[in-house]
């Protein structure tokens, strides 16, 4: 808004009175002011919507449309309700000049009026109309001023969100990685250890077992003590059960050594940079680790885990956020299944698919349960960090933004989820190859 300056104003006269209207004009233009003349309310409003006077000296007697009406109808018109009216009027009863004031008026002078003094009402009334548009030029500064800073302000705050979430992610993803890795290398040790002298073990107990064939082929009738021994220890029912200990201890090895690949695979710490990965690798991986809480410990029944895993290629991206997305997605799956009501002709299950997209060359892995679904006003917020429905204690309300902010960002793909309420949770992650 442009700085008014009241010694270079424009004031509109309107009287029907050539005398007063030519004194009036006279006097004021040599002060130098700018004049505009209407001799009616009509023009009066004409002329006010398109010069837009600062100021208005406005006779109260006019035919037609008298000076109160006009006034009245100029402060109804938003280009016009902000100029100040001055009243010029034979009327001095007190009735008029309160009527005077209540249209709009900001002064009221009663004729004959002296020179001297409406000069002077003038030039108070142009400077307070100065100082007004001063005012407001510095209130549309300032309003500005805050927008701005309010705009930087929030600016700053979502860098601070988006800071403390990448610094959460990074610790989280941190702190998982090396325990998992941590806990990985001290399985190792002493796996392997166990794994090497189980097959001397299972040799040497071969090599026993044959011995005393052999023994008793030779010897078929042993003294009382080594019947009676034989007797006690019930070497009969040893021979059975000795080859089957020995496959169930290999299972347990095997399954250990699972884990531990399986802990390795899931924590990738080795891999700082983007690489070749096989997808159905670390949803299995995601799978064992998360196996314990598959088996019902937390709910009625078990959770069965339908695969349908499609023929797709392996995409290039860091290994260790892509599982923390599907860690976060199938962990907030077994939780939705906990809260679910018992249903013993409903089984828990959660489905995992893959596909590969030919068109926009990029794999879909669909994770969806048969939970307790959400209802819409939740599924809006689920992906807002810190958002979360779960009891205080209970849940950061991380996980699924960290999971967007991992596939969007960091990998240009796409996390959307699809809820029905009291049926079904699914969520679909899209992931460019490259």
Not at 23 to 43: K, N, P, R
Not at 193 to 205: K, Q
Not at 207 to 230: G, M, N
Request: hydrophobic share 40%; glycine share 4%; net charge negative.
């Amino acid at each position: 808004m442009k700085i008014f300056n009241y010694e270079k104003a424009n004031i509109l006269i309107v009287d029907d009175n050539p005398t007063n209207l030519k004194v009036l004009s006279d006097t004021i233009s040599s002060l130098g002011w700018e004049i505009l003349i209407a001799t009616d309310g009509e023009s009066a409003i004409e002329q006010a919507e398109y010069a837009l006077p600062d100021l208005i000296l406005l006779d109260v007697m006019m035919p037609g449309m008298d000076g109160f009406q006009t006034c009245t109808e100029l402060k109804k018109k938003s280009a016009t309700q902000d100029i100040p009216v001055i009243f010029l009027t034979a009327l001095t009863d007190q009735f008029d000049k309160v009527l005077g004031f209540s249209t709009g008026a900001v002064d009221y002078i009663t004729k004959p009026f002296q020179l001297d003094e409406v000069l002077v009402r003038i030039q108070v009334h142009l400077k307070l109309r100065s100082l007004t548009k001063q005012l407001e030029v510095q209130n549309q500064e300032l309003d500005k001023r805050v927008e701005e800073r309010t705009k930087e302000l929030s600016i700053t705050l979502e860098q601070l969100k988006q800071s403390q979430l990448h610094l959460v992610q990074s610790e989280k993803l941190s702190a998982l990685g090396e325990l998992v890795a941590g806990v990985s290398h001290e399985i190792n040790n002493p796996l392997n250890f166990v794994i090497g002298n189980f097959e001397f073990l299972n040799s040497y107990i071969t090599a026993f077992k044959e011995h005393f064939r052999l023994y008793h082929q030779h010897y078929p009738d042993p003294v009382i003590d080594i019947t009676e021994h034989t007797r006690l220890i019930e070497l009969e029912q040893m021979y059975e059960d000795i080859p089957k200990l020995m496959s169930s201890i290999n299972t347990g090895l095997t399954r250990i050594h699972a884990i531990s690949d399986s802990l390795r695979t899931f924590s990738r710490l080795d891999i700082s940079r983007k690489t070749v990965f096989d997808i159905h690798e670390g949803l299995d991986s995601t799978l064992m680790i998360l196996s314990h809480r598959l088996k019902g410990n937390e709910l009625p029944s078990k959770i069965e885990v339908i695969k349908d895993y499609g023929n797709i290629p392996q995409i290039e991206c860091y290994p260790e956020q892509i599982n923390q997305v599907f860690m976060n997605i199938i962990a907030n799956s077994i939780d939705a299944l906990s809260e679910k009501s018992v249903d013993i002709k409903k089984m828990n299950t959660i489905l995992i698919s893959t596909e590969f997209n030919q068109e926009n060359k990029s794999i879909i892995v669909t994770i969806k349960d048969n939970g307790i679904g959400m209802p819409i006003e939740i599924q809006k917020q689920i992906f807002e960090p810190f958002f979360t429905t779960k009891p205080r204690g209970k849940g950061t309300g991380l996980g699924l933004s960290i999971s967007r902010q991992i596939i969007e960002e960091n990998h240009n793909g796409k996390l959307r989820c699809a809820s029905v309420l009291n049926e079904s949770t699914q969520f679909f992650i899209e992931i460019p190859l490259k």
